[in-house]
């Protein structure tokens, strides 16, 4: 372990008693190099490793035994031993080494039958401890297009009629915190976030609306408008080391771009050392995060459900810019510096985007036992008078015939959230 980080007494207490020596090197080895950075984990993450071994070394030797073989067998005829696969160690050679390994196909398939057995039993526990979650997925008002052309590619939930505000400036307030906006009254994710864990309540957006709305708390806020400086930096330095420093494979890249965290004077996150390896991580890692607004909305709520599990996300996509040519994309180079062309918002652009981010994201809850059957999504579009929701049965709004005014769905939100 790294000298900083200091594991859970209970999975420490797993790695002394020699389980991760007992499994398959490839296996215990790819777990043991994920917990090397535990401080920068996410409490959801450290309960996954924790439950995953904790399953494993209570279960039955002899059916931990039966359920592992395959996976011995075929690193037997791949080769892997002690010099080539040092235990407790997973670095890009081993990556390399399966990858060109001609049996590899074979290995993910035993890796995968493994988790088919081992995934189920530890759902189950997180099935026995759900509770009412909230998801609001905010589009941009800027949109040319009407309520019946939106979320067209979601094929499930009812459409509840609503009565907008007169301003459209007290719409997003209103939904968010059941008052106008001068009320400067607190957000449904303040609130939870209050009441709730670390980590718990995330706000994340294109703009800085949320964040004007949020204020400073115990909340998750990421803006892409407000990592503008983060942004700026990372695009310089990244396209520097590619020009300018001897990297010569992905390795050093990789050990490159960890360098590149963010400073407290970048952003709130930069305070926190887990949210500041997660913002570093997911805008170097996605596709066009860097470089686009609704991209690093899309990219960074997936990553939020994967690794945080939150219980309340509110995510807020703009209008992006039309892509000016592709090369500045590739070698991330600022588009406004490095192409005289205008910007120019891309609002049919977006809108084509967003139908298909909508559906990603609405999936990617649903892969996970935490949201299954007990979470409500709202789809909604500022300024307009309806909304798309998917919720279990006895969600309120469910039964909704006759429009309903913004206030009154904040105080359904909170409700289904005991707050």
């Known amino acids: 372990m790294a000298a900083s980080s200091q594991l859970s007494p209970s999975l420490q207490a797993l790695i002394d008693k020699g389980l991760f020596d007992r499994l398959p090197p490839t296996f215990s080895t790819f777990f043991f190099e994920q917990i090397q950075e535990w401080d920068t984990l996410f409490p959801a993450e450290r309960s996954y490793h924790e439950r995953l071994f904790s399953l494993i070394d ?52 035993t ?10 039993l530890l759902d189950q526990e997180m099935s026995r401890k759900g509770h009412a979650r909230l998801v609001v997925v905010i589009a941009p008002a800027e949109l040319p297009v009407s309520p019946d052309r939106m979320w067209l590619r979601i094929k499930h939930g009812k459409r509840i009629p609503l009565e907008p505000p007169e301003d459209v400036a007290d719409y997003l307030p209103l ?57 700026a930096r990372l695009t310089h330095e ?8 001897d990297v010569r494979g992905p390795r050093q890249l990789v050990a490159k771009l960890k360098e590149l965290k963010i400073l407290a004077s970048e952003g709130d996150v930069g305070r926190d050392p887990v949210l500041a390896e997660f913002t570093r991580a997911t805008l170097l890692s996605g596709n066009g995060t860097l470089l686009i607004n609704n991209t690093f909305v899309e990219w960074s709520t997936m990553q939020a459900v994967r690794r945080a599990r939150p219980s309340v996300t509110v995510a807020s ?13 590739l070698i991330y180079a600022d588009q406004d510096k490095s192409n005289p062309i205008p910007t120019q918002m ?22 996970y036992p935490e949201y299954r059957h007990n979470t409500a999504y709202l789809f909604v579009g ?30 359904t939100m909170k409700d289904w959230l005991s707050l």
Request: glycine residues 6%.
């Open 111 to 120: 890796v995968s039958d493994i988790f088919a057995r081992l995934d189920p």
């Open 238 to 245: 990244v396209t520097h080391i590619l020009k300018t420093e």
């Open 346 to 367: 891309d609002t049919l652009g977006t809108y084509v985007d967003l139908e298909i981010f909508y559906q990603y994201i609405w999936q990617e809850f649903e892969k």
């Open 317 to 329: 996509f703009g209008i992006r810019n039309k892509i000016k040519p592709f090369t500045s994309l």
């Open 58 to 109: 209570r279960s039955d030797a002899a059916v931990v035994e039966k359920l592992f073989e395959p996976l011995r067998r075929i690193e037997q005829v791949m080769g892997v031993n002690e010099k080539n696969w040092p235990r407790r160690h997973f670095t890009l050679d081993q990556v390399d080494f399966l990858n060109r390994s001609a049996h590899y196909p074979e290995w993910r398939k």
């Open 175 to 231: 939904l968010l915190t059941g008052a106008r906006r001068k009320d400067r009254a607190q957000t449904i994710t303040a609130g939870y976030a209050l009441a709730k864990e670390p980590y718990a309540a995330w706000s994340i957006e294109a703009g800085s609306g949320l964040s004007d709305l949020d204020g400073p708390g115990a909340l998750v806020t990421l803006s892409y408008d407000r990592l503008l400086d983060y942004r």
């Open 382 to 411: 500022e300024g307009m008078d309806e909304l798309l929701a998917i919720a279990p049965p006895d969600f309120p709004l469910l039964t909704a015939r006759q429009p309903i005014n913004l206030a009154q769905v904040f105080g």
